[in-house]
DNA sequence: AACAATATGTTAAACGTTTTACACATGTTG
DNA sequence: CAACATGTGTAAAACGTTTAACATATTGTT
């Protein structure tokens, strides 16, 4: 072995007098004489020998390694979500390799390129951009957007989260509901949270209104609609559900300023149920993503693309979670 | 080229009519002639070719990829860290690896072993094992902690951070201090926030107390401290420095939920300063690390080893941010 | 005692790059 | 016109694994 490179699998076989074949077999379990495994152990704890992974991946076309393709780590819940499937990968030998877009398309582009043919073994991503080439060759699943029609989607059940929204606002009392959005110009599953919302308040005869904000946009319009329909005496709207808890803490906290009382007289529901880890608390009321089992569905996906008994698009079931701005 | 598989540089050379190091040339940009270059080009584009970095990797022994390790991506700081750190590997063209520890001292030895001598051409790492065993034969950059005598570190001046802390408060009417702190095991950087806070309150003779809890303890003791010496109509102290936001964060919510005033009959300075997301502001005020300092730095300091101009310990100015936890 | 059958090892050819040493024109110089 | 620098391209040997195909030793069966 040549000093300050590090050993190989060659001078292991030296050191333990077996051949190179041996000791592959060794390292990767496979049958070997007793007394052979225990030299080429001896040898490799010697030596500190480790494999090395490019050469078995070059070899093998397996790297154990999942791309993360996130918009950022800045939002708790995509943290929190990164932090989950890497422990979820590493429960199962795989490693993570961190991709940030920054909602950036061509970013998100770059991201699955670079993947091509190698260098992960699958992708695991959250993505914006509606024209995003998707290359078959790499195994993809995707999260709360539908990629294509052979891509695994996994996503927690919006349009059902919508309905649970509405009909606990209205269960607290609510007449009038106010349903704030605040969205990407993609279509994705997260849409589907408003389907429901409507679908509930349509169906009750209850009168609502909703009001759309693109995620590349000033909040400041929304304030100015709170601040001419709901701050004041007598708001027009007594409850709200806002399609993110991070909007919805703001709206809070805007109403708030304005001197509104929440939830005497106006009540929200917000979304995602990541808690707020200054506080130690959930932020506002919410509809709790299960994101634990998000993750876990994703990497499950990814890596037994045949279990039949997961489909190829699973939507999970969401909870309301009562919290310091209803009733309850 | 065998369908399924993706095109190598063979298949290029043969496309191209040119020498398997022609193309290898071209690729890397080496002096190549112009009809040759073209040739290789157009014959990549029609192939779809991309260089597969395994086989790179183990040929050349350069990975362009860094380790994170971290211990969570659940506290907004090092979620904070992960997004930047890996924005800052993104633009010198690293990829990031990442690895979280869960503040767990096996899990992060696994991690120091497991890119031992291949996987990655560096490490990035927040740790807390004081008995890490670190191998020189991956570069290393530690933050907040002294990994070995020459293992560089980036940390902010946690020493000044103290003594402004108490400066501060100090300068807005306390008159007596309490430091709380809550710690892991390990000697670190950290750790001399305290002595810059004590050094402060002593060099002005004020009376001041320290109440220390380990991470691995629940923050039970704080709150009886808190509910025998400050809560009531006249509390013992009236300045609060803590050590992280987040204990920061939980402290003011149980002096709010218990009545006492802050920053009225109390003022509050945190640690770190992150903004809450959900908020969209500061949770307290607070002492600033600069973040995206560090990481840059980190980054700087992993690439370019020998660049003089930065020394081995970095130490980077902190600031006072004020917010709604202090009277200013 | 002869011969399968089985257990255990070995050899050598890949995997897809990078890179050193070399070959061949072409043009330049004394 | 020999001698030589220069610009371009090629051949082939690595890098450290995995794995098929093969060799040898061991055991059991008649």
């Given at each position: 072995m040549k000093s300050g490179s590090s050993p190989t699998m060659k001078d292991v076989a030296r050191e333990s007098g077996l051949s190179l074949a041996t000791v592959s077999k060794v390292i990767n379990g496979l049958p070997v004489g007793k007394e052979s495994r225990r030299l080429v152990e001896e040898a490799i704890d010697k030596l500190g020998y480790h494999v090395n992974a490019y050469a078995r991946a070059l070899k093998?076309?397996?790297?154990?390694t999942v791309a993360l393709v996130l918009p950022s780590l800045k939002h708790p819940f995509f943290a929190h979500m990164a932090d989950e499937l890497t422990a979820s990968l590493t429960s199962v030998g795989y490693r993570s390799l961190l991709m940030i877009t920054n909602y950036d398309r061509q970013a998100e582009q770059t991201c699955f390129s670079m993947v091509r043919n190698n260098l992960v073994d699958g992708i695991i991503a959250l993505t914006y951009n509606p024209h995003l080439k998707v290359d078959e060759s790499v195994p993809i699943v995707s999260i709360d957007r539908h990629l294509g029609e052979n891509i695994p989607c996994v996503s927690s059940d919006n349009y059902y989260g919508g309905e649970l929204a509405a009909k606990k606002l209205l269960e607290l009392g609510c007449r009038k509901l106010l349903f704030i959005r605040i969205s990407s110009h993609t279509p994705g599953e997260p849409n589907k949270r408003f389907s429901g919302f409507e679908n509930v308040c349509q169906a009750q005869g209850v009168e609502y209104e909703a009001i759309l904000l693109h995620d590349d946009e000033s909040t400041e319009p929304i304030f100015r609609f709170l601040e001419e329909?709901?701050?004041?005496?007598?708001?027009?709207?007594d409850g709200i559900f806002c399609n993110a808890d991070s909007l919805a803490g703001k709206v809070l906290r805007f109403l708030q300023q304005h001197g509104v009382d929440v939830p005497g007289q106006v009540q929200i529901i917000g979304y995602?149920?990541?808690?707020?880890f200054f506080a130690?608390?959930?932020?506002?009321?919410t509809i709790e993503q299960p994101l634990s089992q998000i993750t876990q569905t994703a990497v499950r996906l990814l890596l037994n693309p045949d279990e039949s008994s997961i489909g190829l698009n699973v939507c999970l079931p969401v909870k309301y979670i009562p919290g310091s701005t209803t009733k309850d």
């Open positions: 093998s076309s397996k790297t154990n329909h709901v701050v004041g005496e007598h708001p027009e709207f995602d149920g990541v808690p707020d130690d608390q959930y932020v506002c009321s």
